[in-house]
């Protein structure tokens, strides 16, 4: 399952970095975005990510972590701009939980979203 993010901003872009650093956190997901869809190749790179979180997005990740926290699907992100990726079907208190992450993550930002999950 996978819970679609759009971001209805400005600023998309520091929206976008506040929910990777979200998917830090929270080990039953990974994640897919416009920025990391651009440089695939660069985020297939567990060192590479592990700089990424840590210098751009000033959050301290595990290297463990950095293999697991980009999608590995293959799939696009498409008309959305950010999903977490369920490593197993979330239930209702984990969505709650996630949905409560994104919205105190997103609030300071001023941008709004919408969640889809399917």
Not at 66 to 79: A, N
Not at 81 to 87: H, K
């Amino acid at each position: 399952m996978k819970s679609y993010i759009k971001i209805h901003g400005p600023p998309v872009l520091e929206a976008i970095q506040e929910l990777e650093k979200i998917a830090v956190d929270v080990p039953e997901v990974c994640i897919m975005d416009n920025l990391i869809e651009v440089d695939h190749i660069a985020f297939s790179d567990p060192e590479y990510v592990k700089g990424y979180w840590d210098e751009t997005l000033n959050a301290v990740i595990d290297v463990k972590r950095c293999g697991t926290i980009i999608s590995k699907s293959g799939e696009s992100v498409g008309e959305y701009d950010f999903y977490f990726e369920w490593f197993t079907k979330p239930n209702t208190e984990q969505l709650r939980t996630l949905i409560k992450k994104i919205d105190d993550a997103l609030a300071p930002t001023g941008a709004g979203y919408t969640i889809t999950s399917k």
